[in-house]
Nanobody, 120 residues
Protein backbone atom coordinates (compact mmCIF):
# COMPACT_ATOMS: atom_id res chain seq x y z
CA UNK A 1 0.00 0.00 0.00
CA UNK A 2 2.80 2.40 0.90
CA UNK A 3 5.54 2.84 -1.69
CA UNK A 4 8.74 4.86 -1.65
CA UNK A 5 9.99 5.27 -5.22
CA UNK A 6 13.66 6.22 -5.51
CA UNK A 7 15.50 7.61 -8.52
CA UNK A 8 18.70 9.42 -9.45
CA UNK A 9 21.37 6.86 -8.65
CA UNK A 10 24.17 6.02 -11.03
CA UNK A 11 27.89 6.16 -11.76
CA UNK A 12 29.86 9.36 -11.13
CA UNK A 13 33.53 10.30 -10.98
CA UNK A 14 35.20 11.35 -7.72
CA UNK A 15 34.44 15.00 -7.07
CA UNK A 16 31.22 14.82 -9.04
CA UNK A 17 27.64 15.42 -7.97
CA UNK A 18 24.42 13.46 -7.95
CA UNK A 19 20.86 14.17 -6.82
CA UNK A 20 18.57 11.47 -5.47
CA UNK A 21 14.78 11.68 -5.27
CA UNK A 22 12.24 9.65 -3.32
CA UNK A 23 8.48 10.01 -3.71
CA UNK A 24 6.14 8.52 -1.13
CA UNK A 25 2.71 7.27 -2.18
CA UNK A 26 -0.22 9.61 -1.55
CA UNK A 27 -1.72 7.14 0.92
CA UNK A 28 0.88 8.40 3.38
CA UNK A 29 -0.78 11.71 4.21
CA UNK A 30 1.13 12.64 7.33
CA UNK A 31 4.89 12.19 7.08
CA UNK A 32 6.83 13.24 10.15
CA UNK A 33 10.32 12.32 8.98
CA UNK A 34 11.89 11.47 5.63
CA UNK A 35 15.50 10.68 4.99
CA UNK A 36 18.26 8.59 3.51
CA UNK A 37 20.37 5.72 4.74
CA UNK A 38 23.08 3.86 2.87
CA UNK A 39 24.74 0.46 2.96
CA UNK A 40 28.07 -0.42 1.39
CA UNK A 41 29.09 -4.04 0.71
CA UNK A 42 30.04 -5.75 3.95
CA UNK A 43 28.98 -2.74 6.03
CA UNK A 44 26.07 -1.91 8.30
CA UNK A 45 23.32 0.37 7.09
CA UNK A 46 24.06 3.88 8.30
CA UNK A 47 22.31 7.22 8.54
CA UNK A 48 22.97 9.75 5.79
CA UNK A 49 20.44 12.49 6.54
CA UNK A 50 16.90 13.08 7.74
CA UNK A 51 14.45 15.97 7.59
CA UNK A 52 11.34 16.47 9.74
CA UNK A 53 8.00 17.98 8.83
CA UNK A 54 9.08 21.32 10.30
CA UNK A 55 12.29 21.37 8.25
CA UNK A 56 14.78 20.28 10.90
CA UNK A 57 17.69 18.42 9.32
CA UNK A 58 20.15 15.91 10.68
CA UNK A 59 23.29 14.64 8.95
CA UNK A 60 25.97 12.12 9.60
CA UNK A 61 28.91 14.14 10.92
CA UNK A 62 31.23 12.98 8.16
CA UNK A 63 28.83 14.16 5.45
CA UNK A 64 28.05 17.66 6.67
CA UNK A 65 28.98 20.25 4.07
CA UNK A 66 28.83 17.82 1.13
CA UNK A 67 25.27 16.47 1.27
CA UNK A 68 22.04 18.47 1.47
CA UNK A 69 18.59 17.06 2.18
CA UNK A 70 15.34 18.81 1.28
CA UNK A 71 11.65 17.96 0.91
CA UNK A 72 8.59 19.00 -1.08
CA UNK A 73 5.50 18.26 1.01
CA UNK A 74 3.11 18.87 -1.90
CA UNK A 75 4.77 15.99 -3.76
CA UNK A 76 5.53 13.80 -0.72
CA UNK A 77 9.10 13.82 -2.00
CA UNK A 78 12.51 14.03 -0.37
CA UNK A 79 15.76 14.87 -2.17
CA UNK A 80 19.42 14.33 -1.46
CA UNK A 81 21.95 16.54 -3.22
CA UNK A 82 25.39 14.93 -3.06
CA UNK A 83 28.47 16.98 -3.93
CA UNK A 84 32.21 16.32 -3.87
CA UNK A 85 31.57 12.61 -4.02
CA UNK A 86 34.25 10.19 -2.88
CA UNK A 87 34.78 6.50 -3.66
CA UNK A 88 33.82 5.68 -0.08
CA UNK A 89 30.36 7.12 -0.79
CA UNK A 90 29.70 4.10 -3.00
CA UNK A 91 26.70 2.28 -1.55
CA UNK A 92 23.06 1.43 -1.99
CA UNK A 93 21.06 4.41 -0.81
CA UNK A 94 17.71 3.72 0.82
CA UNK A 95 14.85 6.16 1.21
CA UNK A 96 13.14 6.22 4.62
CA UNK A 97 9.84 7.65 5.79
CA UNK A 98 8.17 7.73 9.19
CA UNK A 99 4.51 8.66 9.04
CA UNK A 100 0.98 7.38 8.90
CA UNK A 101 -1.67 6.23 6.45
CA UNK A 102 -5.45 6.43 6.99
CA UNK A 103 -6.53 5.33 10.48
CA UNK A 104 -3.08 4.01 11.34
CA UNK A 105 -0.43 4.75 13.91
CA UNK A 106 2.87 6.16 12.65
CA UNK A 107 5.14 3.54 11.12
CA UNK A 108 8.49 3.31 9.35
CA UNK A 109 8.76 2.55 5.63
CA UNK A 110 11.70 1.85 3.32
CA UNK A 111 12.37 2.11 -0.39
CA UNK A 112 14.04 -0.59 -2.47
CA UNK A 113 17.32 1.30 -2.71
CA UNK A 114 19.26 2.92 -5.52
CA UNK A 115 22.90 2.23 -6.35
CA UNK A 116 25.43 5.06 -6.21
CA UNK A 117 28.90 4.24 -7.51
CA UNK A 118 31.76 6.74 -7.30
CA UNK A 119 34.68 5.60 -9.43
CA UNK A 120 37.15 6.71 -12.06
Amino acid sequence: QVQLVESGGGLVQPGGSLKLSCAASRTMFNIYIMGWYRQAPGKQRELVATITSDGTTNYADSLKGRFTISRDDAKNTVYLQMNSLKPEDTAVYYCYAFGRVASSNPSAYWGQGTQVTVSS
